[in-house]
Structure formats: structure tokens, C-alpha cells
């Protein structure tokens, strides 16, 4: 009887914990994405469809391919990379989504034990 309890009251606390993730609404539009590199606060803005990625970064403009894998996971590539660097594949993943912003998790193709976390803000659609 205990073990009946326990699995239910495991069960009823991990759905109310269920992050929200409306990744279909973050795959198209204008986005802006600030981070922190060697202290300095950079931000970046980008457009992307269905499978094109525009970004604008430090007055510079590069074009990435954008492979989706499912509705919240995709893989980018830079088309015309100018360092080996550049043209390793990033895999991202959406972990929650929120009224115009999402949380993500992101890493080079590969290598899973460097992941970084980033929150992107949707500008417009």
C-alpha cells in the first residue's frame, strides 16, 4: 500500500514540474540573444526560417543552415565558414518556452560533455 502512495505522490509532483515548450512558435522570426564573453556583454540578432539563419554579430553578418531534428531540437551550420572552428555544427535544444523567450541548451555536434545554456528573446515573427 505504501508503494502505491509513493508512486502516486511521485507521479502528481513530477507533472506539476513539466516546463512548457511551445517550440513551434521559436522556429520562425527576428531573435536577440545577449551574452557575457571575457566580460564584455555582446548581443547578437538573428533571423530564421524553416531552414535559414541570418545573424548579426559585432557588424558582421554570417548565414547558417538550420536542420530541424523534432519541433525543439536542430542542428546549425555555418555555409561559408572561414576557420575549421567555424565549420563544426552546433546542435540546440529548447528545454522551456515562455510567452517570447525560450531557454536552450547548445553544444558542438558531438561533443556532449561541453553543453552551455543561453535564453533567446523573440523580437517579432
Do not use: H
Amino acid at each position: 500500500m505504501r508503494i502505491l502512495v509513493f508512486i502516486t505522490l511521485l507521479f502528481l509532483l513530477s507533472a506539476c514540474f513539466t516546463p512548457e515548450r511551445n517550440c513551434k512558435e521559436f522556429q520562425t522570426g527576428n531573435f536577440s540573444f545577449t551574452s557575457v564573453v571575457l566580460g564584455d556583454t555582446l548581443t547578437t540578432t538573428f533571423t530564421r526560417n524553416d531552414s535559414i539563419e541570418i545573424d548579426y554579430y559585432l557588424n558582421r553578418v554570417d548565414t547558417f543552415s538550420v536542420r530541424w531534428l523534432n519541433d525543439c531540437e536542430c542542428i546549425v551550420k555555418k555555409l561559408r565558414p572561414l576557420t575549421y572552428q567555424d565549420s563544426k555544427a552546433v546542435q540546440m535544444k529548447i528545454l522551456t518556452t515562455d510567452k517570447s523567450t525560450y531557454t536552450f541548451e547548445y553544444n558542438l555536434v558531438g561533443d556532449t560533455g561541453n553543453k552551455q545554456r543561453g535564453m533567446v528573446t523573440k523580437l517579432s515573427k
